[in-house]
């Protein structure tokens, strides 16, 4: 009976971040990975479960300049990205025991193993906005998916990756 109210009972929510652990992770992102500084990335929104981020378009990121088209690149660079920031997401979500300065010094070991990038249409947009989950976050290894849309929300591209953590 126990297991059977256990199963009816919804999952807790996932966990809110502090202030300081948003701005410190903020900071990693958009500051002190000079790539992703290159690209124009932004966070939008930093959720346990969920990230957001933003890239306006310019004329730097021009891959093909008949259709002002943004360049694969781009695109696949920014879903990398994206799917480290979720892993970081998920391994703060993890320990939040810890202080956020303790949690903020776990993300020295992250690298990327493996992106697949599917491009599903030019990448023509004012700007783009990223989404990134962790699908599974293991001691070892971490598996995402990842989303590349336009200003309008169409979908251009979609990414999954995994990701070593220790």
Sequence with gaps: MLAMIKHLTPPAPPAE???????????IFE???????????????????RVVA???MRHELVGHPAYNRLHGGVISAGLDAMGG???MAAIGARHMDETPAQR?????????????????R???SEHFELRA??????????STRMEFLGADGTLFSTGAAAYIVS
């Design 17 to 27: 971040f502090e202030e300081e652990f948003v701005a410190g992770l903020k900071a």
């Design 133 to 142: 989950e962790v699908l599974r976050l293991g001691s070892r290894v971490a």
């Design 104 to 120: 903020l010094q776990r993300f020295h070991r992250l690298g990327t193993i493996d992106l697949r990038v599917d491009y599903l």
């Design 54 to 56: 933003r890239i306006d």
């Design 31 to 49: 500051e002190k990975i000079v790539f992703n500084q290159l690209l124009g990335l932004k966070i939008v929104s930093l959720k346990a479960d």
């Design 85 to 87: 920031l979720a892993v």
């Design 122 to 124: 030019p990448g023509i």
